[in-house]
């Protein structure tokens, strides 16, 4: 996917800010390989293509190190720093490692805190709920000291400075708890834990049977959809999707309502026959209703088939 060129801004003043160096190099990256690469255009006509560069990795790595789990948009900021958008793997699902992140240029040695965060409990159906947070794992690189800063509720306020505190929570809802992290140098980051008081998440279990087995695209599959919550589950809220898996990205090719059913997988067509780690991938879903003003809840499983190997 084509990505954005830098515009370096001499007005900017942001100890974060890129380089002069990226000036006009326009960046792409890849979905499936989670790489990000630099078009190095000569200068200063900026015309002609000169390199190709690995943007983190080094412009000789086979493997770049990867900063990336499966980019789909990036642009920088007013504060000339990359933010990206990463989708995380799995297919159409809430994934844990989907994230907006930002991506700073180091200088002087001075590095970003590393911020990571915890939570027990991280839900209850009813209040109130008293949650132990951990802060374990932050860290600044530099080994510089750290202030925190914890928001509870969401609220833009700061409700504690300590580095593992408490919080009891006495009303229904859905919180981010926020941890920032500022080092001496002003450097900050931030990272968040959500907490649920009140309609939780439904669990979701799928079951897809081949008719007959071993499985082989052009055949029907069987599927059944347990939901567990503590609404009462309707099944016309339960959508099944199949989506033909090609490494880590997809195609949607069908979808149907419903916690029992049936659904024809179609033969491959010419352009993925003979392609590599082709697989059938069924995603169910199923979104609650909640009523009172509270939140709907999603919840998802996902199972992949694979002919056999010949």
């Not at 890129?18 to 990000?36: K, M, N, Q, S």
């Not at 493997?63 to 159409?92: A, S």
């Not at 609220?155 to 009303?171: E, K, M, Q």
Request: glycine residues 10%.
């Amino acid at each position: 996917m084509g990505g954005p060129a830098y515009d370096f801004d001499t007005e900017n003043r942001s100890p974060l800010r890129w380089p002069r160096a990226f000036d006009g190099h326009p960046l792409f990256y890849e979905w499936t390989r989670d790489y990000v690469k630099l078009f190095e255009l000569n200068r200063p006509n900026g015309g002609r293509l000169a390199a190709i560069h690995h943007l983190f990795g080094g412009p000789t790595s086979a493997e770049p190190n990867v900063v990336q789990d499966n980019p789909m948009d990036m642009e920088f900021g007013p504060d000339g720093t990359l933010y990206t958008l990463e989708y995380g793997d799995g297919f159409f699902s809430e994934n844990p490692e989907a994230q907006l992140a930002r991506i700073d240029f180091v200088r002087g040695g001075e590095y970003t805190p590393v911020v990571q965060v915890s939570a027990t409990p991280t839900s209850a159906t009813t209040p109130p709920l008293t949650v132990q947070f951990s802060s374990a794992g932050t860290e600044d690189p530099d080994g510089d000291t750290i202030a925190y800063a914890w928001d509870f509720d969401a609220n833009g306020t700061v409700d504690s400075r300590a580095a593992n505190p408490t919080f009891t929570y006495t009303a229904r809802g859905i919180f981010e708890a926020t941890l920032r992290v500022t080092d001496r140098s002003g450097r900050s980051a931030s990272s968040s834990v959500r907490i649920v008081i009140g309609n939780q998440a439904p669990v979701v279990n799928l079951t897809v049977t081949p008719t007959p087995p071993p499985f082989r695209f052009g055949q029907t599959v069987h599927f059944v959809v347990e939901v567990t919550d503590d609404q009462p589950v309707d099944c016309a809220r339960v959508n099944v999707a199949y989506i033909l898996g090609h490494d880590q990205h997809g195609h949607p090719q069908a979808e149907t309502a419903g916690c029992e059913g049936d659904i024809m997988v179609p033969p491959l067509d010419e352009a993925h026959r003979e392609a590599g780690n082709i697989a059938a991938v069924f995603v169910a879903s199923y979104t609650d209703n909640p009523g009172g003003g509270e939140t709907p809840q999603q919840g998802s499983d996902e199972v992949i088939l694979r002919e056999p190997t010949p």
